[in-house]
């Protein structure tokens, strides 16, 4: 099992869930950021310090999200395994999903 990143995240990108995590296993993308499902060791500590409520146990992400968990694995189709997002930086794409998404305005 994985931590997810859903829709509350696509253009917001806060980042406190970088810190967090212990594996550098959060990776940043154009507009969202991801986990990568085969480097999360299913800690938790990110969850609790995202702002917008965007990271979710995979078995709990909310229905109307559920597409996400594909979401946050198809962003690693192309990228493999890097083992660590710390070294790439910004990765200048998105998973195709959040790439067709309109922009996400906050209230």
Known sequence: MTYVIALPCVDVKDKACVDECPVDCIYEGERSLYIHPDECVDCGACEP??????????????????????????????????GGAAKLGLIPTDAPYVQALPPQVED
């Not at 146990?57 to 694995?73: L, R």
């Open 49 to 82: 310090v995202c702002p917008v409520e965007a990271i979710y146990y995979e078995d709990d992400v909310p229905s109307e999200w559920s597409v996400f968990t594909a979401v946050n694995a198809d962003f690693f189709d192309d990228l493999g395994s890097p």
